[in-house]
């Protein structure tokens, strides 16, 4: 049986996780967030002022429907067009809230209905890339490297009662501030110089740049050959 070793960062020791619980603000609504990645999880956890833990726990994967957005068969368009149904854009102008609307028919997966997600994490500062394609301001290109320097941010998502059935808690560790929070705020740091860097080069002269004025007038869909299909090389 396959089962994988993931961590919860929180200020909590967190040994009975519970369903429908947490932010419906969060990338895939609902759910509880864990990692891979102990280092990461550690990051999530502790804050400025205090440690934190990374909740340690095995995930059963037996039995489970799981999406994994990193499959070849999806792009970073399936990833936005959840992030649109979750997150909360800055839809200021005609060209996003046409954005917005084109997406979500055009490349949006009903994730619901799975019991696990594996994709992107979208914190703030990686988040500006996506509010930034959405405004036509860089291009789809711009946007998959950007989301590829964040690929420690993969996050597994659990989404059902099934999948907190599936799940065993192992124990926890300590995240120490004084270690994490300045690695926490090194790795937003670089995101963010890294945006306003992409943003600074101009795509304009760049026949190759796909913008999402171009998705729209194009009629470009999910399948188009133009769309990186896969996100991490």
């Known amino acids: 049986m396959a089962k994988i070793q993931i961590f919860h960062g929180s200020e909590n020791i967190i040994p009975s996780p519970q369903f429908n619980l947490g932010n419906p603000k969060n990338d895939y ?12 999880a550690k990051e999530w956890g502790c804050s400025e002022e205090k440690d934190g833990f990374a909740n340690e726990y095995i995930l059963e994967l037996e ?4 999406l994994n957005l990193s499959n070849h068969e999806y792009n970073i368009l399936n990833w936005l067009s959840i992030l649109l149904e979750n997150r909360t854009f800055e839809l200021s102008s005609d ?30 500062s990686y988040f500006s890339f996506a509010n930034a394609f959405l405004n036509n301001t860089i291009s789809l290109q711009k946007l998959n490297r950007a989301m590829y320097l964040g690929k420690l941010g993969e996050q597994i998502v659990l989404k059902s009662k099934k999948a907190f059935s599936h799940l065993e808690f192992k124990g926890s ?35 190759n740049a796909i913008f999402v004025m171009d998705l729209i007038r194009g009629d470009i869909k999910h399948g188009d050959p133009r769309i990186p299909a896969v996100l991490f090389e």
């Open 63 to 66: 039995g489970l429907e799981i």
């Open 95 to 124: 060209v996003a809230r046409t954005a917005k609307s084109f997406l979500l028919e055009n490349f949006f997966i009903p994730y619901r209905s799975y019991d696990v997600i594996k994709g992107y994490r979208a914190d703030d």
């Open 29 to 40: 609504g609902y759910g509880f967030y864990c990692t891979e990645n102990i280092e990461l």
């Open 173 to 207: 560790l300590v995240a120490e501030r004084s270690i994490y929070y300045p690695k926490k705020m090194f790795r937003d740091t670089t995101a963010r110089k890294t945006f306003f860097e992409m943003r600074s080069k101009s795509e304009i002269t760049d026949s």
